[in-house]
């Protein structure tokens, strides 16, 4: 099985806001293209969120700034040229949802609103890579240290049968705490001494089954996580809709998520596959207009998940 890094853990675990930059140049919509032309070379960028009585009203980039030249129309203001209503992200999304929105829409930049949708910073694709980078190097040592096995924590225990359970509900469309049972369990298990590979493979398939339940559901449902001295056992339940075709909703790329899910930069279909990437073992039941339950097994032996 190919392991799972921690750049791939970190794109579900950081925050935009950790990897944003803050110092962000802006323009009015009253400023000319010519003016525009002068501030995007001063500053090296290749684009600048448009601003007027500090509200956020637009995005101009340096695609505009080509258009404008060649059409000879230096001297419109920055208003007439900009994108209107751009899309969005907040300082407290995951970044994996930032790297959903760049493949989704093409764009090399987002405006970063915060929770009072006020203009907090600009995300780049080298942004995040940089952000990722520094996160890296600040964590490589303690990772290494910290290289061990959860089921050290039943070598005292006496007992033919021991585990821990770890309960989390979920709540249907509940966005401003999706992520938060992933997190948890991924928190408790870095405590029990877990390996850093484990964790990063149960953490991804926590946090895809959670997502799953808070988009799909009208109910919401319940994350759990078993740990035996052998293996981690990751359960997501939930009430409906239940999935038609799960043979097809396994296909990469195939999914039935309405646009309001696609908007928010989720339902690309890769949701299933990435759980499945992640489990040594995999059971999943959904019978239509019912129920969903997934079973998701992490061997702590890595000889005994090898495939």
């Not at 959903?100 to 764009?107: D, H, K, L, M």
């Not at 952000?131 to 033919?160: C, N, P, Q, T």
């Not at 585990?163 to 249907?172: E, G, N, T």
Request: hydrophobic residues 40%; aromatic residues 4%; glycine residues 8%.
């Amino acid at each position: 099985m190919p392991e799972i890094t921690r750049l791939q853990e970190l794109v579900y675990e950081l925050k935009i806001g950790e990897v944003m930059t803050r110092k962000v140049v802006t323009v009015a919509p009253q400023t000319s293209m010519a003016e525009l032309r002068k501030i995007l070379r001063e500053h090296r960028i290749s684009g600048a969120p448009v601003v007027e009585n500090g509200e956020l009203v637009g995005i101009i980039s340096i695609e505009d700034l080509i258009k404008a030249l060649a059409e000879g129309e230096m001297g419109v203001p920055v208003g007439e040229k900009m994108t209107r209503d751009p899309v969005t992200l907040r300082t407290d999304e995951p970044v994996v949802l930032a790297v959903n929105r760049f493949a989704r829409y093409g764009f090399g930049r987002f405006p970063v609103v915060d929770e009072k949708g006020r203009l907090a910073g600009i995300l780049t694709r080298g942004d995040i890579i940089q952000g990722l980078l520094r996160k890296l190097e600040v964590e490589y040592h303690e990772e290494e240290i910290h290289r061990y096995r959860a089921s050290h924590i039943f070598e005292d225990i006496v007992s033919d049968r021991t585990s821990i359970v770890l309960h989390y509900d979920v709540v249907a469309r509940d966005l401003d705490h999706a992520g938060e049972a992933a997190s948890k369990i991924k928190r408790t298990l870095s405590r029990l001494g877990a390996s850093p590979q484990i964790v990063r493979r149960a953490a991804i398939a926590a946090y895809e089954a959670e997502m799953n339940i808070i988009l799909h559901t009208d109910e919401g449902g319940e994350i759990s996580a078993e740990v035996r001295p052998e293996q981690i056992i990751i359960r997501a339940v939930d009430t409906g809709p239940g999935i038609p075709d799960v043979e097809q909703a396994m296909r990469p790329g195939f999914s039935t998520a309405p646009e309001w899910i696609r908007e928010l930069g989720f339902g690309a279909g890769m949701g299933l596959n990435n759980i499945q990437r992640c489990a040594d073992e995999m059971r999943l039941e959904s019978p239509q207009g019912k129920w969903t339950s997934l079973e998701v097994v992490v061997y702590l032996d890595r000889k005994k998940g090898e495939k």
